[in-house]
């Protein structure tokens, strides 16, 4: 198996901890974690806005925990790391661990500068290693599923596909005691909604046009996303809500609705389970599995990239950068600069 460590022990450092242990495919070996004391106190806190499921305390309690990033890869012998930091830190960390030689697997966004974004990339295919950003959503079983009809005309062509992402003002972790992490961190733009823009470019390729709106909130200029999406494909449209301007116990809520030839298709987290297809003549229910799982399929996918020395086409650091450089293009529009 992979030798591999996890940087960064909040909830999504322990998202992937938790599927790393259940892969069977890596082999976690150590955390990076500035503060060591914080790796059990987020094990029992119940951080982020989703469940994701727990670690017992003694799957981790043997581990080498390490304060810096250098500190590790000069103590272990690693094929690769899960970068699971704010995302200040995801330039200089990535960077570091692929000048090491390592592969990397990187939360997102994968950066919030452009340059630096392609930078890493460069920098990973020039030393032949694995690169790829963590974008759950293509792995979740409903949007996998979705993807899935799309491509084979399941229902026909696509001509509608309607994508929303709402939850309360983040509130765990050092989003709640941390000024520098809360302003450092894109906002609900490069945070949240870049999921389903994400998704949007992953399902229906790249926008002929785009109108659409960002709104500030308490943590940027563009904590709330409202977008039209146009697309080559006569009569193809995409549509985009997302944000977190709400109060923080506003209810996390994802969901989309797909309009094709023949069929309307609607999936939403009050339902995480099923996907409802629509015809004008009858309803039917597609049982799914856990959206959770999604966080294993990614793992999994880097496993096997890593494994086979493949560069991860279906989730390549080159769409990531497009996600980037479409959340610039939302705010572009939003000060009159796209017409």
């Known amino acids: 198996m992979k030798k591999v460590a996890v940087v960064g022990f909040g909830f999504m450092g322990i998202t992937h901890a938790l599927n790393i242990l259940k892969s069977g495919r890596l082999d976690l070996k150590a ?94 295919r020039n030393n032949g290693l694995v690169f790829m950003v963590a974008h759950v959503v293509r792995f979740m079983p409903a949007y996998a599923l979705l993807k899935e009809w799309i491509d084979a005309g399941t229902y026909g062509p696509l001509e509608f596909l309607s994508l929303s992402r709402l939850t309360g003002i983040p509130a765990w972790g050092e989003w709640k005691s941390n000024p520098q992490v809360r302003a450092s961190s894109g906002g609900a733009l490069f945070d949240l909604v870049i999921h389903d823009i994400d998704y949007m470019q992953f399902a229906m390729g790249q926008p002929e046009t785009i109108d659409g709106r960002v709104l500030p909130g308490c943590l940027s200029e563009h904590d709330y996303l409202s977008a039209r999406w146009e697309f080559k494909n006569p009569g193809r449209t995409g549509i985009i809500e997302g944000g977190y301007i709400f109060h923080r116990r506003f209810p996390f809520d994802s969901r989309f609705i797909a309009k094709f030839s023949e069929a309307s298709v609607f999936y939403g987290t009050h339902e995480p389970r099923t996907i409802r297809v629509a015809g004008d003549d009858r309803l039917d229910q597609v049982e799914l599995g856990d959206p959770a799982d999604g966080y294993m399929g990614e793992i999994l996918y880097f496993a096997d990239c890593l494994e086979k020395g493949r560069w991860p086409e279906r989730c390549s650091p080159e769409s990531s950068l497009r996600a980037i450089e479409l959340c610039y293009a939302h705010i572009r529009k939003t000060k009159g600069e796209i017409s």
């Open 31 to 124: 955390i990076v974690e500035k503060n060591p004391s914080m790796v059990a106190r987020n094990l029992e806190s119940g951080l982020g806005n989703i469940a994701t499921g727990g670690i017992p305390a003694d799957a981790v309690r043997n581990l080498p925990v390490y304060t810096s990033i250098d500190d590790c890869l000069d103590r272990e012998d690693l094929d690769a790391l899960h970068i699971c930091v704010h995302t200040r830190l995801h330039y200089s960390m990535a960077r570091k661990a692929l000048e090491r030689g390592k592969h990397v697997l990187l939360e997102k966004p994968l950066a919030l500068d452009i340059k630096e974004g392609r930078e890493l990339i460069a920098l990973a």
